[in-house]
């Protein structure tokens, strides 16, 4: 269940983020200094070979929650190539908002629901194993 949840945090959190890369529009985010999601959104680092780091987020997101719906071989060996692209990801992310000095709270969210999701992935394959 708290997977489910922090896949859904993940899922709704970056598809907003994609939404606002491709729609700017007014960003619901306080700039109060430090925390300014617009200045970390429209940095340099919010793409990646110009794809953005919010899509490329979504995609992580839908691919999780089919390797966790399949549970089959497939999946048993994909999802720990999976988690470590979502742990480089959020590497990447700190690293980029330390660079930029800013922080967007819509970012580090998906960051620690990515960490979470992980977490738990890997807590499972654990318990898998000793079976």
Known sequence: MVFLIF??????????LSVEHFYPGVLAC???GIIDCATVLTSGYSS???????????????????????????????????????????????????LIGKICIYCTTLDISIIVLVSIGVFALKLHERK
Do not use: C, H
């Open 48 to 98: 990646v070979f110009g794809v953005p780091l919010a899509l490329l987020g979504l995609i992580w997101s839908v691919v999780l929650l089919f390797i966790f719906a399949k549970r089959n071989a497939a999946s048993e060996f994909l999802a720990p190539i999976w988690y470590m692209v979502g742990i480089l990801a959020v590497v990447y992310s700190f690293s980029a908002q330390y």
């Open 7 to 16: 896949a859904f945090v993940a899922l709704v959190d970056s598809a907003y």
């Open 30 to 32: 306080p700039n109060t």
